[in-house]
Each structure stands twice: as C-alpha cells, then as structure tokens.
C-alpha cells in the first residue's frame, strides 16, 4: 500500500499559519514589517520566516524562527543589511 500524499490544502494552511503567527509576533514586538521575503521549513515543523522591514529598501529584515508543533515563537533576530529573494505572494 502506498502512504497518502499530505493534502495541499492542509499544507497551504499550515503554510499560512505560520507566517500569521510569524507576522503578529513581529507586530506585536514593534516591527514595521513591509512584506514576507522568505519562509523556509528548516526542519520538521521548525520554520524560519523572514520579513522586510521599514523603511523599504534599507535592507533590514527579521529573521522569526517558529516551532510549528508548539504554535511559538523561539527565536527573532534582527540583520541590517540582508537580502532576500524578494517578498512573497501572500
């Protein structure tokens, strides 16, 4: 018998779920966040979401490292001076 493949649906959700959470904590900590450049599953259910700050073009990102299992932030660090791939559609 072959394994089902995850639900691409279930995957978009979880997807969209993580950068929410990402989004709010950074908000919530005082970031001006411009647009989503990056959010890469690093690891089973630990992702690394990276977004562009104010004001555009000055390079600045936050690095959110989020536990997907545990629905929590476990790490933020701001880098000056970063490039991205460029934002994400939403």
């Known amino acids: 018998m072959r394994p089902e493949t995850p639900n691409s649906v279930q995957n ?3 997807y969209t779920d993580v ?3 990402g989004q709010e904590y950074a908000t919530t900590s005082g970031y001006d ?3 989503v450049s990056e959010a890469v599953e690093t690891r089973p259910n630990y992702w690394r979401i990276r977004f ?5 073009g000055s390079g ?3 690095d959110v490292e989020f536990d ?3 629905r929590k932030v476990v ?3 701001e880098v000056a001076g970063a490039t991205g791939r460029g ?3 939403p």
Request: net charge neutral; proline share 8%.
């Open 12 to 14: 978009e959700l979880g």
């Open 60 to 62: 600045k990102v936050l």
């Open 87 to 89: 934002p994400l559609a």
């Open 75 to 77: 790490g933020a660090t």
């Open 33 to 35: 966040v411009l647009e």
């Open 52 to 56: 562009g700050l104010a004001p555009r």
């Open 68 to 70: 997907e299992a545990q």
């Open 19 to 21: 950068i929410r959470y």
